[in-house]
Protein backbone atom coordinates (compact mmCIF):
# COMPACT_ATOMS: atom_id res chain seq x y z
CA UNK A 1 0.00 0.00 0.00
CA UNK A 2 1.38 3.32 -1.17
CA UNK A 3 2.59 5.23 1.96
CA UNK A 4 0.82 2.77 4.51
CA UNK A 5 2.54 2.14 7.97
CA UNK A 6 2.47 -1.26 9.00
CA UNK A 7 3.91 -0.58 12.36
CA UNK A 8 1.47 -1.70 15.16
CA UNK A 9 2.63 -0.45 18.16
CA UNK A 10 1.14 2.72 18.08
CA UNK A 11 -2.35 0.98 17.44
CA UNK A 12 -4.07 0.88 20.71
CA UNK A 13 -8.22 -0.65 21.41
CA UNK A 14 -8.03 0.11 24.72
CA UNK A 15 -10.13 2.51 25.80
CA UNK A 16 -8.34 6.23 26.67
CA UNK A 17 -10.27 8.35 29.28
CA UNK A 18 -9.90 11.09 28.85
CA UNK A 19 -9.53 14.62 32.28
CA UNK A 20 -12.80 16.41 32.84
CA UNK A 21 -16.27 16.00 33.20
CA UNK A 22 -16.70 13.93 30.55
CA UNK A 23 -14.06 11.23 31.06
CA UNK A 24 -17.60 8.85 30.74
CA UNK A 25 -18.58 10.10 27.75
CA UNK A 26 -20.41 7.20 25.93
CA UNK A 27 -19.65 8.78 22.68
CA UNK A 28 -16.77 6.44 21.27
CA UNK A 29 -14.59 7.68 18.17
CA UNK A 30 -11.96 6.15 16.52
CA UNK A 31 -9.43 7.38 14.17
CA UNK A 32 -7.71 5.67 11.39
CA UNK A 33 -4.94 7.70 9.32
CA UNK A 34 -1.86 6.26 7.68
CA UNK A 35 0.11 9.97 8.38
CA UNK A 36 1.07 9.97 12.21
CA UNK A 37 1.29 13.32 12.32
CA UNK A 38 -2.12 13.63 11.17
CA UNK A 39 -3.24 10.67 13.07
CA UNK A 40 -2.09 12.21 16.15
CA UNK A 41 -3.64 16.08 15.71
CA UNK A 42 -6.90 14.06 14.81
CA UNK A 43 -6.49 12.34 18.53
CA UNK A 44 -6.12 15.99 20.00
CA UNK A 45 -8.95 17.10 18.69
CA UNK A 46 -10.99 14.74 19.16
CA UNK A 47 -10.00 15.02 23.03
CA UNK A 48 -10.06 18.46 23.17
CA UNK A 49 -13.78 18.05 22.54
CA UNK A 50 -13.92 15.91 25.76
CA UNK A 51 -14.70 12.92 23.94
CA UNK A 52 -13.44 9.22 24.06
CA UNK A 53 -10.59 8.21 21.12
CA UNK A 54 -11.72 4.21 21.38
CA UNK A 55 -9.32 3.09 18.28
CA UNK A 56 -6.00 4.74 16.34
CA UNK A 57 -4.49 3.25 13.75
CA UNK A 58 -3.52 2.86 9.91
CA UNK A 59 -5.82 1.91 7.48
CA UNK A 60 -4.42 -1.42 7.38
CA UNK A 61 -5.58 -2.27 10.70
CA UNK A 62 -9.23 -1.88 9.01
CA UNK A 63 -8.17 -5.30 6.84
CA UNK A 64 -6.59 -6.80 9.68
CA UNK A 65 -7.15 -8.95 12.75
CA UNK A 66 -10.92 -9.90 14.00
CA UNK A 67 -13.45 -7.08 13.60
CA UNK A 68 -13.57 -4.63 16.61
CA UNK A 69 -15.97 -1.90 17.37
CA UNK A 70 -16.15 1.10 15.71
CA UNK A 71 -17.38 3.44 18.36
CA UNK A 72 -19.85 5.98 17.45
CA UNK A 73 -17.39 8.12 15.01
CA UNK A 74 -15.12 7.02 12.88
CA UNK A 75 -12.32 9.81 11.92
CA UNK A 76 -10.26 8.71 8.20
CA UNK A 77 -7.94 10.18 6.17
CA UNK A 78 -7.06 8.80 2.92
CA UNK A 79 -5.04 10.88 0.31
CA UNK A 80 -4.98 8.25 -2.33
CA UNK A 81 -5.95 4.85 -2.73
CA UNK A 82 -4.84 1.61 -3.98
CA UNK A 83 -5.86 -1.68 -3.82
CA UNK A 84 -5.93 -2.18 -0.13
CA UNK A 85 -6.82 1.08 0.64
CA UNK A 86 -10.44 0.55 -1.62
CA UNK A 87 -10.94 -2.70 0.41
CA UNK A 88 -10.32 -1.10 3.84
CA UNK A 89 -13.15 1.87 2.80
CA UNK A 90 -14.91 -0.93 1.82
CA UNK A 91 -14.96 -3.01 4.53
CA UNK A 92 -15.70 0.21 6.56
CA UNK A 93 -18.53 1.57 4.62
CA UNK A 94 -20.24 -1.65 5.16
CA UNK A 95 -19.51 -1.80 8.75
CA UNK A 96 -20.13 1.65 9.43
CA UNK A 97 -23.54 1.40 7.81
CA UNK A 98 -24.64 -1.54 9.75
CA UNK A 99 -23.95 -0.84 13.07
CA UNK A 100 -24.82 3.12 11.84
CA UNK A 101 -21.64 4.44 13.06
CA UNK A 102 -20.80 8.46 11.18
CA UNK A 103 -17.60 8.38 9.00
CA UNK A 104 -15.94 11.53 8.54
CA UNK A 105 -13.43 10.67 6.07
CA UNK A 106 -10.69 12.88 4.52
CA UNK A 107 -8.81 12.82 1.32
CA UNK A 108 -7.42 14.72 -2.01
CA UNK A 109 -8.33 15.70 -5.10
CA UNK A 110 -7.13 12.97 -6.86
CA UNK A 111 -8.58 10.02 -4.95
CA UNK A 112 -11.92 11.18 -4.61
CA UNK A 113 -13.65 9.45 -7.06
CA UNK A 114 -11.89 6.55 -6.14
CA UNK A 115 -13.00 7.31 -2.21
CA UNK A 116 -16.79 7.79 -3.28
CA UNK A 117 -16.99 4.69 -5.24
CA UNK A 118 -15.87 2.58 -2.06
CA UNK A 119 -18.08 4.40 0.02
CA UNK A 120 -21.98 3.96 -0.81
CA UNK A 121 -23.65 2.71 1.90
CA UNK A 122 -23.10 4.84 5.19
CA UNK A 123 -23.53 8.74 3.82
CA UNK A 124 -19.81 9.93 5.12
CA UNK A 125 -18.91 13.09 5.01
CA UNK A 126 -16.23 13.91 2.73
CA UNK A 127 -13.66 16.68 3.06
CA UNK A 128 -11.12 17.15 0.53
CA UNK A 129 -7.62 18.66 1.57
CA UNK A 130 -9.83 19.95 4.76
CA UNK A 131 -7.63 22.34 7.08
CA UNK A 132 -7.50 21.33 10.63
CA UNK A 133 -10.66 23.84 11.19
CA UNK A 134 -12.83 21.93 8.52
CA UNK A 135 -12.09 18.78 10.38
CA UNK A 136 -13.51 20.30 13.50
CA UNK A 137 -15.83 21.88 12.26
CA UNK A 138 -17.06 18.39 10.47
CA UNK A 139 -16.74 16.69 14.00
CA UNK A 140 -19.36 19.09 15.43
CA UNK A 141 -21.55 19.06 12.58
CA UNK A 142 -21.70 15.44 13.49
CA UNK A 143 -21.49 15.23 17.31
CA UNK A 144 -25.10 17.63 16.69
CA UNK A 145 -26.58 14.68 14.96
CA UNK A 146 -25.55 12.42 17.99
CA UNK A 147 -29.10 10.64 18.79
CA UNK A 148 -30.98 12.05 21.35
CA UNK A 149 -31.16 8.41 23.31
CA UNK A 150 -27.34 8.51 23.76
CA UNK A 151 -26.68 12.25 24.79
CA UNK A 152 -30.16 11.33 27.34
CA UNK A 153 -27.37 8.84 29.05
CA UNK A 154 -24.94 11.19 29.55
CA UNK A 155 -25.08 13.38 32.92
CA UNK A 156 -26.45 16.45 33.11
CA UNK A 157 -23.09 18.55 32.92
CA UNK A 158 -21.23 16.23 30.31
CA UNK A 159 -24.99 16.50 27.84
CA UNK A 160 -25.21 20.38 28.41
CA UNK A 161 -21.06 20.51 27.62
CA UNK A 162 -21.92 18.43 24.53
CA UNK A 163 -24.74 20.31 22.93
CA UNK A 164 -22.85 23.29 23.38
CA UNK A 165 -19.84 22.62 21.84
CA UNK A 166 -22.12 20.58 19.31
CA UNK A 167 -24.40 24.19 18.64
CA UNK A 168 -21.07 26.67 18.63
CA UNK A 169 -18.90 24.57 15.67
CA UNK A 170 -22.54 24.47 14.07
CA UNK A 171 -22.91 28.55 14.18
CA UNK A 172 -19.70 28.45 12.90
CA UNK A 173 -20.27 26.63 10.25
CA UNK A 174 -23.45 28.14 9.06
CA UNK A 175 -21.58 31.32 8.69
CA UNK A 176 -19.02 29.80 6.82
CA UNK A 177 -21.49 28.09 4.37
CA UNK A 178 -23.11 31.94 4.37
CA UNK A 179 -20.52 33.90 3.29
CA UNK A 180 -21.03 34.13 0.02
CA UNK A 181 -24.07 36.58 -1.04
CA UNK A 182 -26.45 34.32 -3.25
CA UNK A 183 -25.80 31.06 -1.22
CA UNK A 184 -29.38 31.52 0.40
CA UNK A 185 -31.56 28.21 1.15
CA UNK A 186 -34.81 27.31 1.38
CA UNK A 187 -35.16 25.08 3.94
CA UNK A 188 -37.62 22.77 3.75
CA UNK A 189 -38.76 18.94 5.53
CA UNK A 190 -38.36 16.39 3.62
CA UNK A 191 -36.20 18.23 0.51
CA UNK A 192 -32.96 19.50 2.22
CA UNK A 193 -32.29 22.61 0.99
CA UNK A 194 -34.42 23.01 -2.46
CA UNK A 195 -38.08 22.92 -2.74
CA UNK A 196 -38.55 22.03 -6.41
CA UNK A 197 -42.48 22.13 -7.53
CA UNK A 198 -43.88 18.72 -7.88
CA UNK A 199 -45.19 17.93 -11.34
CA UNK A 200 -45.48 13.99 -10.68
CA UNK A 201 -49.11 14.18 -9.29
CA UNK A 202 -52.70 14.59 -11.39
CA UNK A 203 -54.59 17.47 -10.29
CA UNK A 204 -58.02 16.71 -8.80
CA UNK A 205 -60.31 19.02 -10.17
CA UNK A 206 -63.92 19.72 -10.09
CA UNK A 207 -66.76 18.87 -13.12
CA UNK A 208 -69.94 21.09 -13.74
CA UNK A 209 -71.95 18.54 -11.70
CA UNK A 210 -69.38 18.54 -8.86
CA UNK A 211 -67.55 15.21 -9.88
CA UNK A 212 -64.57 15.39 -8.87
CA UNK A 213 -61.82 13.95 -11.51
CA UNK A 214 -58.53 13.59 -12.30
CA UNK A 215 -56.60 15.88 -14.98
CA UNK A 216 -53.46 14.57 -16.38
CA UNK A 217 -50.68 16.98 -16.14
CA UNK A 218 -49.12 18.00 -19.52
CA UNK A 219 -46.54 16.05 -20.96
CA UNK A 220 -43.30 16.64 -20.00
CA UNK A 221 -41.05 19.51 -22.29
CA UNK A 222 -38.31 18.83 -23.54
CA UNK A 223 -34.88 19.89 -22.45
CA UNK A 224 -32.92 22.53 -24.16
CA UNK A 225 -30.01 22.18 -26.94
CA UNK A 226 -27.15 21.52 -24.97
CA UNK A 227 -25.08 24.21 -26.69
CA UNK A 228 -27.49 26.77 -25.08
CA UNK A 229 -27.08 25.55 -21.56
CA UNK A 230 -23.18 25.32 -22.12
CA UNK A 231 -23.48 28.91 -23.01
CA UNK A 232 -25.02 29.95 -20.35
CA UNK A 233 -22.75 28.09 -18.02
CA UNK A 234 -20.17 29.71 -20.12
CA UNK A 235 -21.42 33.00 -19.31
CA UNK A 236 -21.56 32.60 -15.80
CA UNK A 237 -18.46 31.22 -15.60
CA UNK A 238 -17.13 34.87 -17.10
CA UNK A 239 -18.04 36.88 -14.38
CA UNK A 240 -15.50 36.15 -12.90
CA UNK A 241 -12.99 37.70 -14.87
CA UNK A 242 -14.73 41.04 -13.94
CA UNK A 243 -16.24 40.31 -10.20
CA UNK A 244 -14.56 38.29 -7.42
CA UNK A 245 -16.27 34.89 -7.84
CA UNK A 246 -17.75 34.31 -4.33
CA UNK A 247 -20.32 37.20 -5.19
CA UNK A 248 -21.83 34.72 -7.46
CA UNK A 249 -21.03 31.60 -5.64
CA UNK A 250 -24.37 29.40 -6.78
CA UNK A 251 -22.88 25.86 -6.50
CA UNK A 252 -26.29 24.30 -7.06
CA UNK A 253 -27.83 26.04 -9.91
CA UNK A 254 -24.19 24.95 -11.64
CA UNK A 255 -24.54 21.37 -10.93
CA UNK A 256 -27.86 21.80 -12.03
CA UNK A 257 -27.28 23.23 -15.29
CA UNK A 258 -23.75 20.92 -15.78
CA UNK A 259 -26.06 17.74 -15.58
CA UNK A 260 -28.66 18.81 -17.89
CA UNK A 261 -26.10 19.57 -20.50
CA UNK A 262 -24.64 16.15 -19.86
CA UNK A 263 -27.72 14.48 -20.19
CA UNK A 264 -28.28 15.88 -23.25
CA UNK A 265 -25.09 15.00 -24.70
CA UNK A 266 -25.36 11.46 -23.42
CA UNK A 267 -22.50 11.93 -21.10
CA UNK A 268 -21.72 10.30 -17.45
CA UNK A 269 -20.31 13.03 -14.94
CA UNK A 270 -17.86 12.14 -12.46
CA UNK A 271 -18.20 13.36 -8.85
CA UNK A 272 -14.93 15.03 -9.13
CA UNK A 273 -16.04 16.82 -12.54
CA UNK A 274 -19.05 17.78 -11.04
CA UNK A 275 -17.18 19.82 -8.09
CA UNK A 276 -15.21 21.49 -10.33
CA UNK A 277 -18.54 22.62 -12.14
CA UNK A 278 -19.92 23.97 -8.79
CA UNK A 279 -17.30 26.70 -8.59
CA UNK A 280 -16.68 26.35 -4.71
CA UNK A 281 -14.43 24.45 -3.26
CA UNK A 282 -14.76 20.54 -3.31
CA UNK A 283 -15.93 19.94 0.14
CA UNK A 284 -18.31 22.49 0.13
CA UNK A 285 -19.70 21.19 -3.39
CA UNK A 286 -19.62 17.55 -1.65
CA UNK A 287 -21.83 19.23 1.06
CA UNK A 288 -24.16 20.56 -1.83
CA UNK A 289 -24.13 17.50 -3.75
CA UNK A 290 -25.60 15.40 -0.53
CA UNK A 291 -28.16 18.28 -0.14
CA UNK A 292 -29.24 17.48 -3.99
CA UNK A 293 -29.27 13.63 -3.19
CA UNK A 294 -31.43 14.08 -0.31
CA UNK A 295 -33.49 16.32 -1.99
CA UNK A 296 -34.41 13.74 -4.42
CA UNK A 297 -32.20 15.75 -7.38
CA UNK A 298 -29.03 13.89 -8.09
CA UNK A 299 -29.08 10.19 -8.24
CA UNK A 300 -25.60 8.19 -7.34
CA UNK A 301 -24.66 5.64 -10.25
CA UNK A 302 -22.40 2.94 -9.94
CA UNK A 303 -20.35 1.86 -13.03
CA UNK A 304 -21.10 -1.82 -13.19
CA UNK A 305 -17.52 -2.06 -15.31
CA UNK A 306 -15.19 -0.54 -12.92
CA UNK A 307 -16.41 -0.70 -9.00
CA UNK A 308 -13.98 1.91 -8.25
CA UNK A 309 -16.06 4.52 -10.22
CA UNK A 310 -19.13 6.30 -9.31
CA UNK A 311 -21.41 8.66 -11.08
CA UNK A 312 -24.28 11.63 -10.88
CA UNK A 313 -26.77 12.27 -12.71
CA UNK A 314 -30.06 13.89 -12.63
CA UNK A 315 -33.30 12.36 -11.34
CA UNK A 316 -36.35 12.23 -13.18
CA UNK A 317 -37.58 14.70 -10.67
CA UNK A 318 -34.94 17.14 -11.56
CA UNK A 319 -35.11 16.55 -15.74
CA UNK A 320 -38.68 17.30 -15.38
CA UNK A 321 -37.95 20.73 -13.50
CA UNK A 322 -35.01 21.83 -15.48
CA UNK A 323 -37.35 20.83 -18.66
CA UNK A 324 -40.30 23.21 -17.52
CA UNK A 325 -37.99 26.11 -16.16
CA UNK A 326 -35.72 26.24 -19.70
CA UNK A 327 -39.63 25.78 -21.59
CA UNK A 328 -40.86 28.82 -19.24
CA UNK A 329 -37.87 31.13 -20.71
CA UNK A 330 -38.84 33.75 -23.18
Known amino acids: ?17 TDGAMSGLPVAISIFADRGHLRATMQEDA ?9 AGSLTDLLEGGARPLGDIVLVDCPQVDARAAAALTRLDQRAARCEARLIVSTSVDALDEVFA ?10 VNPSRAERVIALGQVLSSVSPTRLRELSEDDRLMLLRLSEQVGQIAGRIEHLAP ?3 QVKDAGLGAFRFADHTSDR ?20 PDARLVRKIIRQRQQRARHFNAGLFADPAWDMLLDLTAARVEHKRVSVTSL ?9 TALRWIGQMIDAGLFVRLCDDSDRRRAFIELTDKAVDAMARYFADMP
Not at 3 to 16: I, N
Not at 207 to 219: E, H, L
Open 118 to 127: CMDQSAPVLL
Open 47 to 55: QAARLTVTA
Open 275 to 283: CIASGVPPT
Open 182 to 184: GGT
Open 204 to 223: LVEGPNGAVTAKKRAARPAL
Open 1 to 17: MNGMDFQQQDFSYSVRP
